[in-house]
T-cell receptor
Framework: QQQVKQSPQSLIVQKGGISIINCAYE??????FPWYQQFPGKGPALLIA?????SEKKEGRFTISFNKSAKQFSLHIMDSQPGDSATYFC????????????FGSGTQLTVLP | DTEVTQTPKHLVMGMTNKKSLKCEQH?????MYWYKQKAKKPPELMFV???????INESVPSRFSPECPNSSLLNLHLHALQPEDSALYLC????????????FGPGTRLTVT
């Protein structure tokens, strides 16, 4: 019940296209959903995050869509660029869980020039 | 400033060596974390410190020994490691009571020979 399922495992998109990564969860106690971007040899960087009281959050080219009833959330990268090529992890956290994050398995995104 | 620094960047050690990893943040965060990350996998939580006290130990072998000398510093002492302990070791920090954002350092790439 603590799992966060992420798909696809890998994604190839043409420059200028839209990249979409999906995550699903079972635990309704999750109340914070961040996305992390990780380049090879670097630590994960917090990209954008959402709480379940909103259905969408947008920051620049990155948008999180959240569907509470379906227990799903997704990351959309608009106008994808080669510099966006990285591994993306969704995550979730339970209120009062001593700040533990449950990570998805990751999506390796490649944006072709 | 959302920077978490880690030293060294790379470390190669033999199975009989003793070494330490260091992490530092100056964001006033009172929660600090150690994660282990294998290639193409999400980070796995090892330890959590809250107000310089160990609050979570995720059943980590005793050959890994964490230490939090003060609110800005976090160490991970290593001894008698095994080759399977080779991984990227990530430090992260977050505010204790306000917000949920965890900020990761760049990691230390550890190779055990």
């Amino acid at each position: 019940q603590q799992q966060v399922k992420q798909s696809p495992q890998s994604l190839i998109v043409q420059k200028g296209g839209i990249s979409i990564i999906n995550c699903a969860y079972e635990n309704t106690a999750f109340d914070y959903f961040p996305w992390y971007q990780q380049f090879p040899g670097k630590g994960p960087a917090l990209l954008i995050a959402i709480r379940p009281d909103v259905s969408e959050k947008k920051e620049g080219r990155f948008t999180i869509s959240f569907n509470k009833s379906a227990k799903q959330f997704s990351l959309h990268i608009m106008d994808s660029q080669p510099g966006d090529s990285a591994t993306y992890f969704c995550a979730a956290r339970v209120t009062g869980s001593a700040r533990q994050l449950t990570f998805g398995s990751g999506t390796q995104l490649t944006v072709l020039p | 400033d959302t920077e978490v620094t880690q030293t060294p960047k790379h470390l190669v050690m033999g199975m009989t060596n003793k070494k330490s990893l260091k992490c530092e943040q100056h964001m006033g965060h009172r929660a600090m974390y150690w994660y282990k990350q294998k290639a193409k996998k999400p980070p796995e939580l090892m330890f959590v410190y809250s107000y310089e006290k160990l609050s979570i130990n995720e059943s980590v072998p005793s050959r890994f020994s964490p230490e939090c000398p003060n609110s800005s510093l976090l160490n991970l002492h290593l001894h008698a490691l095994q080759p399977e302990d080779s991984a990227l070791y990530l430090c992260a920090s977050s505010q204790e009571r306000v917000g949920y954002e965890q900020y990761f350092g760049p990691g230390t790439r550890l190779t055990v020979t």
